[in-house]
Every structure is written in C-alpha cells, then in structure tokens.
C-alpha cells in the first residue's frame, strides 16, 4: 500500500491559470487554509481527496462540492469516510477586493456548520505580489459546546508557472502549529492535481500525505 500511495504522489507532482481551488476542508483556499479568493458566480468546483497515515496505514476518501452564488457566497459540502459526523456544511462570503494590479480581499467564512466538534469561523486577508506570490493571513475559531478556541493562519502561494503552484500554509496557537507543504497543477483544462504533506514539523513524525483531483467549470 505505501509503494502504491508513493507512486500516486509522485506521478501528481511530476504531471505538467490556476482558478480557486477546494482545501482539504472543503472551501477554496491553499492545503487546510482558506483564501480570501473565492468562486466567482455560477462557478463550480468538484473533488475527491485521499488522506493517507502511514504510521497506522490507513487512507481515507471525501469528497467535496462548491458554488459560486448571488451576493459574493461561496456554499459548499463535504462528505465521505471522513468527517465521520456525515456531511459538513461550509459558507464563504466575500467582503472586498480592490481594484488595483496587486488587489487586497478579505472574506469571512464557516467551515463545518453541522458539526458539533468541528464548526469553525474565520477571517482571512489574501493579497497578490509580483512574480507570481500570494500571501494570505486571517484567523479562525474553533467553536463546540463547551469552549471557543481561537488560533491564527497563514499561507503562501508560488507560481512556478501559469499551471502549476508551491502551496504551504500554517494554522496554530500558542506552542502548537501545524505546518502543511504541497503542490498543485492544472493537468488539462479545468482539472487539477494536488499532492501535500500534513503536519511536517510533527515530533513523532506521523505526517499525513494527501493527494486528490478537483474539476473547476461554470453553470
């Protein structure tokens, strides 16, 4: 299983315009961060992710679907084996965007609405740089029936080319971060590749390697 998962990962990162893309929980962003960059109206995404732990080797599957709507929103689910509360509820709404060559957004969104243990809310800042860089950074907050817990995040984007990014984003509070690196590729149009490695800075070096394909389109 892990000779087969290698390849996998592999094969994505050396397959050859990126557009909005889901993170691993659901809404458009980089590997776990969302961005300030969102669907565009009538704007779609769909796809299929895989979690592969090879400290217990075990490989999980979800799905996840989002739309571009009226108003700025960007609504989306995600199911599968994992969560394993069923089917997540997410919401984006996008705040602002300047009009100038290197624009600034923001966007405010919910992650895992029907959740009891996973519901979180957040405000992101997205702002693009010459030579293909784009930094986002924002906060989120965890919320369940007994406390809310509030942490930063963070995340760089780096076009290599007009089909292919570096991602890797951090989330974290106090002593606590999870650093996330990856790479994602548009291998024909509209469908792209994404392979990343969860928590690499973990002591017991449990890293969590996912990998997935998404199809981006208009209505």
Known sequence: MKKI???????????????????IKGPTGLIVVPTAE?????????????????????????YKVNLGTFK??????VGGVVPTEGVY?????????????????????????????????????????QDGIRVHLGFTANFSKEEITPSVMGGLEYFLSNQTSI??????????????????????????????AIDILNENQDITYS???SYSHFL
Request: glycine letters at 6%; aromatic letters at 14%; hydrophobic letters at 45%.
């Open 89 to 129: 509820v997410n919401a984006k709404y996008y705040l602002m965007s300047d009009n100038t060559r290197y624009p600034l957004s923001i966007a405010l969104g919910f992650q895992g609405l029907s959740s009891l243990t996973e519901s979180e809310v957040y405000l992101v800042a997205s702002q693009k740089f």
């Open 211 to 213: 990998f997935g394909m």
């Open 167 to 196: 991602l890797t984003d951090i989330t974290g509070e106090e002593k606590i971060y999870l650093l996330n690196a990856g790479i994602r590729h548009e291998i024909f149009q509209d469908i792209y590749v994404r392979a990343a």
């Open 38 to 62: 969102s669907l565009k109206y009538k704007e779609f995404n769909v796809s299929m992710d895989y979690n592969y732990d090879p400290l217990v080797d075990k490989l999980d599957w979800f």
């Open 72 to 77: 700025n929103w960007e609504l989306g689910i």
């Open 5 to 23: 998962i290698y390849g996998l990962i592999s094969i994505i990162t050396l397959a050859v315009t990126l557009t909005a893309a889901p993170t």
